[in-house]
């Protein structure tokens, strides 16, 4: 059976510190040694939380600055990079590669985690249940040890650095899923799940620990039997992981570099742990 899926895709999402939305990329230092001017970051919903925070961060410290954070998925942060745009993609995967032009810094790992609602007795899947799943071979819980009811599909809207990951992990194409809802960034993703007993999603672990620990009705599954949480994800255990990354398009000028320097400084990691990230530093 061919499930159809509906958009739950809010147009235009953005999530803004300090200034309105990008006009321009980033205006130089002061002549007086001062950084001033604004620094426009656009890109993946799982990296902008983390970004706006530091942002914060920075501009406490550098009073003459402001850091404009949007969010719009992975894709549209390599587009606004490369067309000047942004000064900054922000990424929640690795470079492509037809992405070489661009340079990248890692500034925190993260895992996907497979979120079901917390009163579904299912507390593990398979990678081949999984696929079976969302190709739609399995259409009801009972058929994977859970309750006789069928199962709602979400799937991540393309152009989402999420949805490319959790195709690689299955070995499918997008056209091979079969999902009833269709949505954009976590948070749509844990809502939806929070909001239907019998639905199942994919989203930032970072984002689902964060959302559980404010009351949401959610539960991250163990993946072919690994947890889904910072440590399996921090020492290599855990099939879904990713690097969150800063992308550049040619050398960046000074107020960029400072921000990326300062997004990848120690003085930051207890933002990147707040949010259930793991610093790059710990996972080395």
Not at 169 to 197: R, S
Request: proline share 4%.
């Amino acid at each position: 059976m061919v499930k159809r899926g509906f958009s739950l895709l809010s147009i235009g999402l953005a999530l803004s510190v300090g200034l309105h939305a990008c006009s321009s990329p980033s205006e130089s230092a002061a002549g007086d040694g001062a950084l001033q001017g604004k620094v426009v970051l656009t890109g993946s919903s799982t990296v902008a939380p983390l970004v706006a925070e530091v942002g914060k961060r920075f501009e406490a410290e550098h009073p003459g600055v402001r850091i404009d954070v949007q969010t719009g998925g992975s894709s549209r942060g390599v587009a606004d990079a490369r067309q000047g745009t942004a000064d900054i993609g922000m990424i929640s995967r690795d470079l492509k590669a037809d992405e070489q032009d661009l340079q990248a810094v890692a500034i925190a790992l993260d895992g996907i985690g497979i979120i079901v609602h917390q009163d579904n007795p299912v507390q593990a899947l398979s990678r081949t249940q999984l696929e079976a799943i969302y190709t739609g071979q399995v259409e009801s819980w009972a058929e994977v040890g859970g309750n006789d009811a069928p199962i709602t599909v979400v799937n991540k809207a393309e152009g989402r650095a999420t949805l490319e990951v959790f195709l690689a992990y299955l070995g499918l194409g997008n056209d091979k899923i079969q999902a009833d809802v269709i949505i954009g960034d976590n948070q749509q993703g844990i809502q939806t799940v929070a909001g239907n007993a019998d639905a199942i999603g994919y989203v930032s672990i970072g984002a689902a620990e964060a959302t559980r620990a404010t009351g949401a009705a959610i539960q991250l599954i163990q993946i072919d039997g690994i947890e889904a949480k910072v440590q399996t994800v921090k020492d290599g255990t855990f099939p879904l992981a990713r690097p969150l990354q800063l992308v550049t398009v040619d050398q960046p000028n000074e107020l960029t570099q400072a921000f990326l320097d300062f997004a990848q400084s120690p003085q930051v990691n207890d933002i990147i742990q707040q949010q259930d990230f793991i610093p790059v530093s710990d996972s080395q």
